[in-house]
């Protein structure tokens, strides 16, 4: 039943992510001039990611936040051919939710307010330091956008539990 309830809860908050307009620009509007620090990485790296794909959604009990995971053409390709190292040029993309009771099916949960937009690129020559991979991490306060104040080190060694899966915690979820 707990994984029936995920299912309404995943399905419920796709439609949003559709629809969801605040974390996404237009195609004239770019996304926040904001640096992670300690990487450098740009919130502007991800530019056009709302022409990714999702490739699965995540529910983080410690932060009871319901997160689409969305990946750029290069890493799309990758996940659906299962390959275990993703190719330079990989971009995975993390937004993370708040959730509420769902108004018009109280039994289910939706999609509130973005808290997160974290995202993982893979350029093996850059991030020699992290297996490759560089993070960044933007946090949503009081409407605006700001990175992350914390030690991107932290992303490393929490994916570094993952390392023989590339230091992906996500797998493509196909339909069929």
């Known amino acids: 039943m707990k994984n029936l309830g995920k299912l309404v809860l ?5 439609a949003t992510l559709l629809n969801a307009t605040d ?3 237009s ?4 996304l926040p001039d904001l640096i992670m620090k300690n990487t450098n990485l740009k919130f502007s790296d991800i530019q056009g990611y709302r022409d990714y794909k999702i490739v699965a959604t995540h529910f983080r009990k410690d932060k009871n936040e ?3 995971i969305l990946a750029n053409p290069v890493a799309l390709n990758a996940l659906r051919q299962k390959k275990i190292t993703m190719p330079n040029g990989s971009k ?4 993370g939710w708040s959730v509420k009771d769902m108004e018009t099916f109280p039994s289910a949960l939706e999609a509130k307010d973005i808290q997160r937009v974290e995202y993982m690129i893979k350029d093996s020559t850059k991030h020699k330091e992290s297996d490759g991979w560089g993070y960044a991490r933007f946090v949503k306060k009081d409407g605006q956008y ?3 104040g914390g030690d991107p080190k932290s992303c490393v060694a929490c994916h570094a539990t ?7 915690f996500t797998k493509y979820q196909d339909l069929f």
């Open 10 to 14: 995943g399905i419920a908050c796709f």
């Open 27 to 30: 195609d004239n509007t770019k």
């Open 162 to 168: 993952v390392k023989n899966n590339d230091a992906l």
């Open 146 to 148: 700001k990175s992350w």
């Open 66 to 68: 319901i997160r689409y």
């Open 92 to 95: 995975i993309v993390k937004i």
């Open 23 to 25: 974390v996404y620009s």
